[in-house]
T-cell receptor
Framework: GQQVMQIPQYQHVQEGEDFTTYCNSS?????IQWYKQRPGGHPVFLIQ?????EVKKQKRLTFQFGEAKKNSSLHITATQTTDVGTYFC??????????FGKGTKLTVNP | IAGITQAPTSQILAAGRRMTLRCTQD?????MYWYRQDLGLGLRLIHY???????GKGEVPDGYSVSRANTDDFPLTLASAVPSQTSVYFC???????????FGPGTRLTVT
């Protein structure tokens, strides 16, 4: 079945440093979604990418969908303490259900 | 209510007992989902429902059952709880199967 791999599992940064998490699918995706889960909270939807090579920005967050629609990345510029949490990618292929990666837990040292 | 709610917030349950986790949404979403979240394993789909009256199995359905009698409610039942079902359970909904999912606050379940 479809698998979604996400790396790294953990990332510790100093406030102001950049952060990137990567997501790779075993199959071609129809879309990929990104979620953020704050400590003790529930996953919250950030964005959905649908088109090959698509790049979307939300303030300091940049999301990219690969040309082959099998990989994606989330890049945060100049991290802040409010960025702390676990970031999940979730890929969907055709009529398959959304499959979540295991997430990247980001900690930011002030 | 606005959004998606879950009950109870947390529960300690003796092994072998039956338990139903409740989930209600007021967004008139067609699709609903149940996930379990375990440390290091991310979110794993237990069961889903694309529309009222239909349900389907996810990645880890064994030991769980669901029903979808109406649009708003999607209860998850553990017929006979086992310690390996200790987890945080999240209910989610989406307008359609391919659209963004909205998650409830979660139920922390401990089976002893």
């Amino acid at each position: 079945g479809q698998q979604v791999m996400q790396i790294p599992q953990y990332q510790h940064v100093q406030e102001g440093e950049d952060f990137t998490t990567y997501c790779n699918s075993s199959t071609t995706l129809s879309n990929i979604q990104w979620y953020k889960q704050r400590p003790g909270g529930h996953p919250v939807f950030l964005i959905q990418l649908v088109k090959s090579g698509e790049v979307k920005k939300q303030k300091r967050l940049t999301f990219q969908f690969g040309e082959a629609k099998k990989n994606s990345s989330l890049h945060i510029t100049a991290t802040q303490t409010t960025d702390v949490g676990t970031y999940f990618c979730a890929g969907q292929g055709g009529s398959e259900k959304l499959v979540f990666g295991k997430g990247t837990k980001l900690t930011v040292n002030p | 209510i606005a959004g998606i709610t879950q009950a109870p917030t947390s529960q300690i349950l003796a092994a072998g007992r039956r338990m139903t986790l409740r989930c209600t949404q007021d967004m008139r979403h067609n699709a609903m989902y149940w996930y379990r979240q375990d440390l290091g394993l991310g979110l794993r789909l237990i069961h889903y429902s694309n529309t009222a009256g239909t349900t389907g199995k996810g990645e880890v359905p064994d030991g769980y059952s669901v029903s979808r009698a109406n649009t708003d409610d999607f209860p998850l039942t553990l017929a006979s709880a086992v310690p390996s079902q200790t987890s945080v359970y999240f209910c989610a909904s989406s307008l359609f199967g391919s659209s963004e999912q909205y998650f409830g606050p979660g139920t922390r379940l401990t089976v002893t």
